[in-house]
């Protein structure tokens, strides 16, 4: 029963790869689960033993990231003294996942798209916001914050600028300048967000 049980988490495990490298070369709506089961090397009904759609595949593509923030942020939280430096530190390292992880550029791509943004978009967008919006409660806390600045806002404002900034790099560069972008808008934002003496020691990298 357990090795059944490996052969079909294998057999999952390799529809979603191929499904991401599919849905990446050719884009969602032009991609087929012919194309998929090819790439994986599988039968469509070994397919549909795991997903009842092509739509099903996005979803769990997507779902398989919904953890990525809360990963990133135990990462830079190790490293880095200052909650407000983890924060800004992991909003660059999911840049760098977006141009060197398949997986995490396909599901940014699939949140973008109208047929996934009802299913999937909100439980992702509230899921970021939690993971900022406990950075910036840690960083009130160690005394880093701005008085006056209201740390759910704060989060919600956060998110929209990564989100935005993604879809506006997308849009004019193809994303190569992404990162450059994102240093744009931590320098111009972080003054408002964090006491003087703390926005001196940030790294905007």
């Given at each position: 029963m357990s090795?059944?049980?490996?052969?079909?988490?294998?057999?999952r495990t390799k529809l979603l790869k191929a499904a991401a490298e599919v849905f990446d070369r050719e884009g969602f709506s032009r991609s087929s689960?012919?194309?998929?089961?090819?790439?994986?090397?599988?039968?469509?009904?070994?397919?549909?033993?795991?997903?009842?759609s092509k739509e099903a595949l996005g979803v769990?593509?997507?779902?398989?990231?919904?953890?990525?923030?809360h990963r990133l942020r135990d990462e830079q939280l190790a490293v880095e003294e200052s909650p407000t430096q983890a924060l800004i530190a992991m909003s660059f390292e999911f840049v760098s996942r977006l141009e060197t992880d398949l997986t995490v550029r396909v599901s940014a791509k699939l949140l973008r798209?109208?047929?996934?943004?009802?299913?999937?978009?909100?439980a992702q967008v509230i899921g970021w916001v939690a993971v900022v919006r406990e950075l910036l409660s840690l960083?009130?806390?160690?005394?880093?914050?701005?008085?006056?600045?209201?740390?759910?806002?704060?989060a919600e404002q956060i998110v929209s600028e990564l989100l935005g900034?993604?879809?506006?790099?997308?849009?004019?560069?193809g994303g190569s300048d992404l990162r450059t972008r994102l240093a744009r808008v931590w320098k111009a934002s972080?003054?408002?967000?964090?006491?003087?003496?703390?926005?001196?020691k940030l790294r905007f990298e």
């Amino acid at each position: 029963m357990s090795s059944k049980r490996e052969r079909s988490a294998h057999t999952r495990t390799k529809l979603l790869k191929a499904a991401a490298e599919v849905f990446d070369r050719e884009g969602f709506s032009r991609s087929s689960l012919t194309a998929v089961c090819a790439r994986a090397d599988v039968s469509k009904g070994a397919l549909y033993c795991h997903f009842r759609s092509k739509e099903a595949l996005g979803v769990a593509i997507i779902e398989e990231q919904s953890l990525l923030w809360h990963r990133l942020r135990d990462e830079q939280l190790a490293v880095e003294e200052s909650p407000t430096q983890a924060l800004i530190a992991m909003s660059f390292e999911f840049v760098s996942r977006l141009e060197t992880d398949l997986t995490v550029r396909v599901s940014a791509k699939l949140l973008r798209e109208a047929v996934f943004f009802d299913v999937a978009a909100a439980a992702q967008v509230i899921g970021w916001v939690a993971v900022v919006r406990e950075l910036l409660s840690l960083a009130r806390e160690r005394g880093e914050l701005r008085a006056e600045v209201n740390v759910r806002h704060a989060a919600e404002q956060i998110v929209s600028e990564l989100l935005g900034l993604q879809f506006v790099a997308q849009a004019l560069s193809g994303g190569s300048d992404l990162r450059t972008r994102l240093a744009r808008v931590w320098k111009a934002s972080s003054g408002c967000l964090v006491v003087a003496s703390v926005y001196e020691k940030l790294r905007f990298e």
